[in-house]
């Protein structure tokens, strides 16, 4: 956390760190976002064959940020393990879809410091606007998934599209974005890199970054081929494979 701390921004910029599988740390305009951190190896303790390629590059004690962002309750995307040892839950803001929000409750988290973001809902909160976007859940208990469009006052904006399929009803609620996280492991019901390019089409971001390929071996995707399917899709979106805890920064 230091360095994302003491990484001085202009007035008009924004910054994005890569922090694992779909985990995001954004910071913009004095505040900071964390979008699924996964800052443990839980699921490693239940699918041993999910374990972690390299550990945690934040440990959870040390994680501190404005508002903690929750798509949807899998362990890799709502991590007990990361809640349990995040030490600022009382002045940190939890904003999920309704079941997600429901677990952020079982796990000690303070009903009054969690904001329910359901698809199609929209909430203003500290003049950062967040919105619910449609998904395609990829099980029966995590029907509330929701992807996030976040748009600070500046003017910089990202979306993320949590775990999910295309399908036109996706593509028809996708929105506008600056920045588009695209999932593209191809597995387990979720986007492989050529779908994801066509949802990177209709967004039109003027960047397009690929995540959930990197942490688990046997979940893996070279990020690579996302770029070869935007180069055919859409070459003039420009794709950034971040490298790990190092800073994206745009304007």
Known sequence: MHSINNLQLKTSQAALWLIGQSGFICK???KIIAIDPYLSDSVAK????LTRKYPPPIKPSDLKVD??????D??????PETISEYKHKQTTKFIAPRLASQ????????KDNIITIDSGQ???????????VYTIPNEPKVIDTCGYFVKFPNGRSFYHTSDTDLSDLLLDAAPNAEVGLFCINGKWGNM???KAARLAAKVKPKFAIPHHYDLMELNSENPEFFRYCMSYTEPAIQV?????MQPFIWD
């Open 46 to 49: 239940k699918s041993p064959k």
């Open 67 to 72: 508002f903690f962002i929750v798509t949807h």
């Open 122 to 132: 929209s909430r203003n909160i500290d003049s950062i606007s967040i919105e619910g």
């Open 240 to 244: 950034e494979i971040l490298q790990l």
């Open 28 to 30: 913009c305009c004095d």
């Open 74 to 79: 899998h362990l890799d995307h709502l991590d």
């Open 192 to 194: 492989n890199a050529e």
């Open 103 to 110: 677990k952020l409750m079982q796990l000690g988290i303070n």
